[in-house]
């Protein structure tokens, strides 16, 4: 049995992580830690402790020193700046005796950041939609000169479509970007279709472990939002295509030539059909992974039996092992259903 901490216990993607390992063979002492003490009431860890926002000044320090005092064998987190904040610390937390499975730090650096990893998408012939950073409004004017009536507008860190916005009016995209201080910060890039793919993998040392596809079919709370983007998938769905596999990869590969952890690619479909990459979830799985764990392929079982047992999965199929059309659907405070596409449209053909 093994210490395993979990950064940001009580929030979605962590409790998803959480429940995985409890439904697996596993029977580790799990230990929450987040910075909002209200979340931890909601993670089933055996211990729970408050630590201070991954980008506060003080993270380093308090991290190492509650790491000290509950002693992990192995810490994961669920959030693309705590990823950082970790890997940045990552010699001295190995020095502390905890062990960590992560991509290499510039990797991280690389896909934290997506304006870093479009330049080395475009830079290395992976098709991606262009992309102009805005560090002013001339920016701007040619972005709307460039790519199109409609762009898409977004900030180059932070999940959840943060910052997102499809924007037909100068005016209006202007005063979007001022309103989260967003000049040098955002990007705006060609729409492209609402159409979404994402990849999940787990990589050893450059070795594909196991890869599965989900397409979204909905976003909770979409209407709420102007960009329709909220980051909480409403229904997933099982499937698979050779050309997104390709396509995820090619886009894996362009960043690290030697994978290693978690890489998880979000891909969206242009208006002639065609996957592009548009960010990778860097060391940390999708949030609606234990879609899969319920569907019979636990990842982040997967993923500990390795970085703490060397124990790797004997899978039929190391790329897409779970069969096409099962559904994931969520929604708030009820637990998810898992169901299938067949069962999903004989109802939705009642709306004819």
Request: aromatic letters at 10%; charged letters at 25%.
């Amino acid at each position: 049995m093994a210490r395993i901490q979990i950064g940001g216990a009580g929030g979605a993607p962590s409790n998803n992580f959480i429940r995985s390992l409890r439904e697996s063979l596993r029977r580790d002492h799990l230990i929450g830690t987040c910075s909002t003490p209200s979340d931890l009431f909601l993670a089933d860890t055996d211990e729970k402790y408050v630590v201070p926002p991954a980008t506060a000044a003080s993270y380093p320090e308090r991290i190492l020193a509650q790491l000290h005092q509950a002693r992990p064998d192995f810490l994961h987190v669920q959030n693309d700046y705590e990823v950082r904040a970790v890997s940045r610390l990552r010699d001295r937390i190995q020095e502390a005796g905890v062990t960590l499975y992560l991509p290499a730090a510039d990797t991280i650096e690389n896909c934290v950041d997506k304006q870093k990893s479009y330049e080395i998408w475009a830079g290395a012939g992976v098709r991606v939609p262009k992309t102009i950073l805005l560090q002013s409004e001339r920016d701007l004017k040619t972005a709307f000169d460039t790519l199109g009536k409609t762009i898409w507008i977004r900030a180059t860190e932070g999940a959840g479509g943060a910052g997102a916005l499809p924007a037909d009016n100068f005016d209006f995209a202007r005063i979007w970007i001022d309103r989260f201080k967003g000049w040098g910060h955002f990007t705006a890039s060609e729409l492209l279709s609402k159409h979404t793919v994402a990849w999940q993998s787990i990589w050893y040392r450059g070795e594909l472990v196991v890869a599965q596809t989900r397409r979204r079919r909905s976003w909770n709370f979409g209407n709420r939002t102007l960009s329709g983007v909220t980051g909480i998938t409403g229904v997933g769905e099982t499937c698979s295509s050779a050309v997104v596999d390709r396509v995820a990869q090619d886009a894996i590969r362009a960043i690290d030539s030697t994978p290693h952890g978690i890489f998880s690619v979000d891909m969206t479909y242009d208006f002639s059909d065609m996957p592009m990459p548009t960010e990778i979830n860097i060391a940390r799985f999708f949030t609606t992974h234990y879609f899969f764990t319920k569907a019979g392929v636990n990842f982040p079982e997967i993923y500990c039996n390795i970085a703490l047992d060397g124990v790797f999965p004997t899978l039929e199929k190391k790329i897409n092992p779970l069969p096409d059309g099962l559904i994931w659907i969520r929604g708030m405070d009820h637990e998810p259903v898992l169901t299938t596409a067949t069962e999903l449209e004989q109802l939705e053909r009642q709306l004819d």
